[in-house]
């Protein structure tokens, strides 16, 4: 089973920088590709950034392209989103999310492929 709980959220100010982190607390990372999404008041949750089974491979949306970077590490057991020169539209709650694969190199950007969500993490910025 897959657990997963995201920590790192709070309140900054517009250029700061945040570094969620998405703890699996089930099976390892190792038979599984992720992701980070968010969802704003009033919208509805969007794909943000996605790295594949291998670690390889990552996707990023085009509006944080250059300012967030997903990574994890396989030991720890966790996944990261480094966040830099945030902005007041990055407000949100971010979730991370895992799906069983088998593709090594796939990446996926739709909510509806994740099995498994965490609780998610509040982002604020401030202008």
């Known amino acids: 089973q897959v657990q997963l709980v995201e920590s790192g959220g709070g309140l900054v100010q517009a250029g700061d920088s945040l570094r969620l982190s998405c703890v699996n607390s089930?099976?390892?990372?190792?038979?599984?590709?992720q992701g980070w999404f968010r969802q704003a008041p009033g919208k509805e949750r969007e794909f943000v950034a996605a790295?594949?089974?291998?670690?390889?491979?990552?996707e990023t949306k085009d509006s944080v392209k250059g300012r967030f970077t997903i990574s994890r590490d396989v030991a720890k057991n966790t996944m990261y989103l480094e966040m830099n020169r945030l902005k007041p539209e990055d407000t949100a709650v971010y979730y991370c999310a895992a799906k069983n694969t088998f593709s090594g190199a796939q990446t996926y950007y739709t909510s509806n492929d994740y099995q498994y969500w965490g609780q998610g993490t509040q982002v604020t910025v401030s202008s």
């Open positions: 790295i594949s089974l291998s670690g390889l491979n990552t």
């Open positions: 089930g099976r390892p990372f190792t038979t599984y590709a």
